[in-house]
T-cell receptor
Framework: QKEVEQNSGPLSVPEGAIASLNCTYS??????FFWYRQYSGKSPELIMS????GDKEDGRFTAQLNKASQYVSLLIRDSQPSDSATYLC???????????FGTGTRLTVIP | GAVVSQHPSRVICKSGTSVKIECRSL??????MFWYRQFPKQSLMLMAT?????????EQGVEKDKFLINHASLTLSTLTVTSAHPEDSSFYIC???????????????FGPGTRLTVL
């Protein structure tokens, strides 16, 4: 049974700070990794996908993947109050159809 | 990113009635669609996976006769909650995965969700 673990939080950071969100997964055949953001009462929206070890940057967001250590993280630079949401980590095995989601980390950016 | 629509966005119905929710991929073909349910302050729970033209695969504990799924085309899947009861009240979210191969088709896009309230 695949497990995807996230610290449920809440994680609070001041506006302008770097928010660091972490996710670990239980097996080594996971090949595709995703970060979704979910605002309260809304459905998840894709922020980033990452497939290779290392960093991937997109604007204020940086995803980091370390397959040997089985973790993937998301850094949010210059955090804004509008970044306050629940961030979901998701993984997929090669050839598999569905994603396995973590329970999400609730982030609050304090103005 | 790709667009997935859901209709209706919100529905209130009486206990015992059936409710149909539509999920459409608007700008891509989706061989696989997923249906999730989310209760307040809880994570997404996968209900079933549907592939175009075949029967859906339901997760353990999800009643296939109660939650009817039809994936009749590459752009449309429907979820029908039959004989709905108050405990079925939840946020139902569909998700679609693009067809084809390659990392670009590896991504799941979510619809905006349907909030069901059963009185």
């Amino acid at each position: 049974q695949k497990e995807v673990e996230q610290n449920s939080g809440p994680l609070s950071v001041p506006e302008g700070a770097i928010a660091s969100l972490n996710c670990t997964y239980s097996d080594r055949v996971s090949q595709s990794f995703f970060w979704y953001r979910q605002y309260s009462g809304k459905s998840p929206e894709l922020i980033m996908s990452i497939y290779s070890n290392g960093d991937k940057e997109d604007g204020r967001f940086t995803a980091q993947l370390n397959k040997a250590s089985q973790y993937v993280s998301l850094l949010i630079r210059d955090s804004q109050p509008s970044d306050s949401a629940t961030y979901l980590c998701a993984v997929r095995e090669t050839g598999a159809n569905n994603l396995f989601f973590g329970t999400g980390t609730r982030l609050t950016v304090i103005p | 990113g790709a667009v997935v629509s859901q209709h209706p966005s919100r529905v209130i119905c009486k206990s015992g009635t059936s409710v149909k929710i539509e999920c459409r991929s608007l700008d891509f073909q989706a061989t696989t669609m997923f249906w999730y349910r989310q209760f307040p302050k809880q994570s997404l729970m996968l209900m079933a996976t549907s592939n175009e033209g075949s029967k859906a695969t339901y997760e353990q504990g999800v009643e296939k006769d109660k939650f009817l799924i039809n994936h009749a085309s590459l752009t449309l899947s429907t979820l029908t909650v039959t004989s709905a009861h108050p405990e079925d009240s939840s946020f139902y979210i569909c998700s679609a995965r693009a067809s084809g191969r390659g990392q670009g088709t590896d991504t799941q896009y979510f619809g905006p969700g349907t909030r069901l309230t059963v009185l």
